[in-house]
């Protein structure tokens, strides 16, 4: 299971699992009773990470667009090497904390009678912060959606879009059918967090635009309703891998087995066990047009001055043959193997 895909799913899951488990009840208690409880450390922390996670999640999907893109579109340049994936990852991460530092050094806590708030103080006011929250968008949302967008595009067209002339082998079938698994699998996570991030970036691109929306009777209803809905993408990705996936409901059903009503077949087990010994660097067949064999041809009369002579012959394979075995001869296949809570400035501040 240590293949590229996979390291930058455990980095997607990593991000996820760290914004639910640090931010998301916190930010809804704070929404939903407008006072801060966790003082000023955290209030900085609160600010700054979901940023972080959301950028390390959103890229970690590109990332695994860009691998599958190269796998499957141009798959004679070498892949990347578990050590360059972790680079990569390092590089996600590093990026995400840059762009995501200016929510912690602005971070303020301020008491007031009868609570206590947690606010981004800009320098220069709202208009550095509607900016800042515009580069945020297009960097953590529009960005990578469209790279991702382009790469599914062609990589859909290319696995759905015919197939090879030529005769092919059940191997190749098996391999084609796996990888429209994965694409379809994560074209579905790619659609799932999109729609759940849309209605929170168009919330806080209308009350910057639209001040006056910040004073309806309903507006902090509808930022409960868009919160929960961003932050319940996190949620969705374990149910995607588990259902599409059968490696990942395998793995699944291992690590929960303890529950009583989860049972682990001896189909699940062999199929962990398979992954072991699974290539972690396959090349497509789609670089295979056309498949032909190598025949060694025996002449009986040749065999007077020597045990048999060979010649050898290139010759195409039975077009009405849909196996890879070989018949009465040698034979061998060319392959190629921020979330951040509601904006309040100081001067809004009762």
């Known amino acids: 299971m240590r293949t590229v895909t996979n390291y930058f799913l455990v ?30 450390n955290y209030c900085r922390f609160q600010n700054f990470f979901p940023i972080t996670a959301v950028f390390a999640s959103i890229y970690s999907m590109t990332a695994i667009a860009v691998d599958r893109y190269m796998a499957i579109i141009d798959p004679l340049k070498p892949r990347l090497s578990a050590t360059a994936t972790k680079i990569v990852i390092g590089s996600i991460w590093i990026l995400a904390f ?3 530092f200016p929510q912690c050094l602005y971070s303020k806590t301020k008491v007031m009678p009868g609570r206590t708030l947690c606010y981004v103080q800009w320098p220069e006011g709202s208009k550095q912060h509607f900016t800042y929250h515009i580069i945020v968008i297009i960097l953590v949302y529009c960005f990578p959606l469209l790279v991702m967008g382009i790469t599914y595009t062609i990589v859909g067209i290319t696995l759905w879009g015919g197939e090879i002339p030529g005769d092919t082998c059940d191997k190749y ?29 168009i919330y806080f691109i209308l009350t910057a635009i639209y001040q006056q929306l910040n004073r309806w009777k309903y507006i902090q209803q509808v930022y409960l309703a868009s919160f929960w809905l961003a932050m319940s993408s996190t949620m969705y990705n374990p149910i995607i891998y588990c259902c599409l996936n ?57 065999s007077v001055n020597a045990k048999s002579s060979q010649k050898k012959r290139a010759t195409p394979r039975d077009p009405s043959s849909n ?12 392959t190629s193997s921020f979330i951040s809570s509601p904006y309040t400035s100081v001067d809004e501040c009762p």
């Open 11 to 40: 980095n997607l899951a990593f991000s996820d699992a760290s914004m639910a488990a640090f931010n998301t009840l916190v930010n809804f208690i704070y929404a939903l009773h407008s006072e801060w409880y966790f003082g000023a």
């Open 98 to 100: 840059l762009l995501a």
């Open 173 to 201: 079938h098996e391999q084609l059918k796996a990888k429209r698994k994965v694409v379809k699998m994560m074209i579905i996570v790619v659609v799932t967090f999109a729609i759940c991030w849309l209605p929170y970036h």
């Open 246 to 302: 059968k490696r990942f409901r395998a793995g699944f059903k291992r690590a929960f087995r303890w529950c009583p009503f989860i049972e682990v077949s001896s189909y699940d087990e062999l199929e962990l066990k398979a992954t072991r010994f699974h290539p972690t660097r396959q090349s497509s067949l789609y670089t295979v047009t056309r498949m032909e064999s190598v025949s060694v041809v025996f002449d009986p009369s040749d």
């Open 323 to 334: 196996s890879c075995s070989r018949r009465n001869s040698k034979s061998a296949s060319t």
